[in-house]
């Protein structure tokens, strides 16, 4: 179920570029795709997961809502993340690339083995913040908000070139 979602993500651009594009969809994909990667990189990546460096509760929660449009959250992502570098290499290590293409790439998306007990030890820190404490519930919110937005802008061709597409780019 879950690689026929990421099959369609990866589709629908290729379809909407096919069929052709407008100005505004590759512009709202020029907005889309840093704020995600913004979102992704530093804010999952970088802040959560690794603590990085300090910001206010505000940004962190702006981080939070910009990674949580590729449908994922800051507990879980930095619990499982935790995990990772905990058993990197191992059999424990839920994306390691000992473990296949798939599984170091988008398999640990779908399949991550972790389960919820888990990475709610790892991350106390995170958990004590009910906004993300309420990401972690409804994750898929941000994602489905920017998703229908850029729907009701521009149709198919701006949902597919700048959602789909500056997901697709972002998470490959």
């Known amino acids: 179920r879950n690689w026929l979602f990421i099959g369609a993500l990866h589709a629908l651009p290729v379809a909407a570029i096919a069929g052709g594009t407008t100005r505004a969809d590759w512009l709202a994909f020029a907005v889309l795709y840093p704020a995600s990667c913004v979102g992704i990189g530093m804010g999952l990546h970088r802040y959560f997961a690794h603590r990085s460096f300090r910001t206010s509760r505000a940004f962190q929660l702006a981080l939070a809502v910009f990674a949580g449009t590729a449908f994922t959250d800051p507990i879980g992502f930095a619990g499982k993340h935790r995990l990772h570098h ?30 919820e007990t888990a990475v709610r030890a790892m991350t106390p820190d995170l958990a004590r913040y009910p906004e993300l404490v309420w990401l972690r519930r409804y994750f898929w919110v941000p994602g489905v ?16 070139v700048a959602f789909c597409g500056s997901r697709v780019l972002m998470l490959n």
């Open 145 to 160: 908000a920017v998703g229908a937005l850029t729907w009701g802008l521009g149709g198919f061709s701006m949902f597919a």
């Open 86 to 115: 905990r058993h990197s290499d191992t059999p424990a290590d839920v994306h390691s690339p000992g473990m296949g293409f798939w599984s170091c790439w988008f398999g640990s998306l779908v399949d991550d083995g972790c389960d």
